[in-house]
């Protein structure tokens, strides 16, 4: 089948929110470091403050990756710029914040990187989500930049970054394992990309995935031996923690 992508290239390599296994998640330093480490793409995920600003989190909660407690969705930016998002992780990373997603766009411009951005709404924030990642996209990602990979696991947001934004982003069909009736999902969602674990993945999905006409990212892919496997069998790109670990793929 004619490829069904158009307009973007991706490179083999993506940073894993960021660099995580180097830097804090999902934070300027993170984006800096994955860059440094080689990485020319990163992944985040984006969530919503309680007062509606896109934020770079992953989890629900705000206790794991700062010092503060509690959901994202019921703090306000306020409430969550002073939180410390770097300690926990290392406390060489004292001090750093939890990012807004224009920010990330501002760091990444610099450093002239392209992204993968995972819309990781809180529960019945799916369509809110994808809007307001869209429209801050459209405020501070030139059209003169690499078009962005925008994905999800949750089709509501797909749906709705999709209608906002078709000619902002590429779409990414987001799933750990690939599901019955995945391409059809994908084609109705708008998708050119798709997005998979690579644990269970076999050779035989990626084949597939790929005489469909996608683009085919695989996460987390943190060892060489299996990076390299991954795209001999016809992947695109790995999204990894650990860009150090695989340059050179
Ligand atoms: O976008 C790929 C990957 O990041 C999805 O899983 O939980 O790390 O956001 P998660
Ligand atoms: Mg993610």
Not at 120 to 130: D, H, I, L, S
Not at 194 to 202: A, K
Request: charge should be neutral; glycine fraction near 8%.
């Amino acid at each position: 089948m004619t490829s069904l992508v158009t307009k973007v290239h991706v490179p083999r390599l993506v940073g894993h929110r960021g660099a995580k296994a180097s830097a804090p998640e999902n934070t300027l330093a993170g984006i800096r470091r994955a860059r440094e480490e080689g990485a020319a793409w990163v992944e985040f995920d984006v969530k919503l403050t309680a007062d509606g600003h896109p934020i770079l989190m992953h989890d629900d909660t705000l206790d794991r990756t700062t010092d503060g407690r509690g959901l994202v969705a019921a703090a306000s930016l306020e409430d969550i710029r002073r939180l410390d998002a770097g300690t926990r992780f290392s406390p060489a990373f004292r001090g750093e914040r939890v990012p807004l997603l224009s920010e990330a766009l501002g760091v990444l411009a610099e450093l002239d990187m392209g992204f993968n951005l995972e819309i990781k709404p809180c529960k019945g924030r799916e369509v809110e989500t994808a809007q307001a990642a869209m429209a801050t996209l459209a405020a501070h990602w030139p059209m003169h930049r690499p078009i962005p990979i925008v994905s999800s696991f949750s089709q509501d947001s797909l749906a709705a970054a999709r209608g906002d934004g078709p000619d902002r982003a590429m779409f990414g069909y987001l799933a750990d394992a690939l599901p019955a009736g995945w391409k059809d999902e994908a084609v109705r969602l708008g998708c050119q990309s798709v997005h998979l674990g690579w644990r269970n993945l076999t050779r035989r999905q990626v084949s597939a995935v790929k005489q469909a006409g996608f683009l085919l990212l695989v996460w987390t892919v943190n060892e060489l031996p299996r990076a390299r496997e991954l795209l001999e069998w016809g992947a695109d790109a790995v999204i990894s923690d650990c860009p150090a670990a695989l340059v050179g793929l």
